[in-house]
């Protein structure tokens, strides 16, 4: 018995590591250029960028990435630089990009998408390498509407009211009672949806750390010094996490668990 879990805990890593590909290469040079960044002919904004773009050919040309998820990636690159472009801009101010660019627009660098799209790649990815399938999930059309409506607020919270907590009653109601299965070795394994989407908004809290102190993105509280990011921003990134877990389920249909699998 132990054994087999050992087994399974390193397929699991492996499958994760796999699934990781894209996020933990961009992440892994986002912090070695911070440390040292020896060329002077390009910024090292503009320098992710390029990196993050080779990155992806690579993965299409190497079949690690589907044609049909690198476009899921590139409506997420395009929903979030316009995010990006509001929330940096001077009326709003949420956070800033505190080094030189020439490929970007605005107060944003073009590469500011790549890390909103590593979150896409990774949960497409983790969806195909770990097979996967669903019980009590909801209907297409309303998660669609609530992932539109988390993308909406925002925006609009910065000008009336701030309706997240309405969403997130929203997304327990639709979600409350959906299992994940996914497949680490030869057997399917499960845990409540709401909680691996937890999970992953805690790393994801955690790279943004690293983010933030690879000097990548500054929040105002940030500009005297590097502090942790508050723990208060989970909610966010859980909020944007179901977001891309929306887009990326309309080109993997949640297939439902049968009993004879489970």
């Known amino acids: 018995m132990f054994r087999k879990f050992i087994r399974e805990f390193v397929i699991f890593g492996i499958k994760q590591a796999n699934a990781c590909l894209f996020a933990g290469m961009l992440l892994a040079v986002i912090l070695g250029s911070h440390w040292w960044y020896p060329i002077t002919a390009i910024s090292r904004y503009d320098f992710l960028f390029l990196f993050a773009l080779a990155v992806q050919v ?6 690690l ?27 709003i101010g949420a956070w800033h990009y505190p080094e030189t660019f020439r490929l970007g627009f605005h107060h944003v660098p073009f590469f500011a998408g790549f890390m909103y799209s ?6 497409a990815r983790v969806w195909r390498i770990f097979d996967f399938k669903f019980s009590h999930y909801p209907p297409r059309w309303p ?16 000008y009336v009211w701030d309706i997240r907590w309405l969403l997130f009653v929203a997304v327990f109601v639709m979600y409350g ?9 030869k057997k399917y394994r499960r845990m409540p949806l709401l909680m691996g989407w937890f999970l992953v908004a805690v790393f994801i809290w955690f790279a943004e750390n690293l983010g933030t102190f690879g000097n990548v993105w500054l929040y105002p509280n940030q500009k005297a010094g590097w502090q942790m990011v508050p723990l208060t921003k989970l909610a966010a990134w859980l909020l944007l996490l179901i977001l891309s877990f ?17």
């Open 143 to 158: 998660t669609v509407i609530v992932a539109g409506l988390i993308y909406v607020n925002f925006f609009t919270h910065h």
């Open 177 to 185: 009672r959906s299992w994940i299965y996914f497949k680490v070795d």
């Open 65 to 91: 990435e589907s044609l049909r998820e690198a476009g899921v990636i590139i409506v997420f690159h395009l929903l979030a630089t316009g995010m990006e472009l509001f929330k940096t801009s001077d009326a």
């Open 118 to 123: 590593a979150v896409g790649s990774y949960i």
């Open 58 to 63: 690579i993965l299409l040309a190497a079949r």
């Open 246 to 262: 929306v887009l990326v389920s309309l080109v993997h249909r949640p297939a439902k668990m049968s009993e004879d699998e489970g």
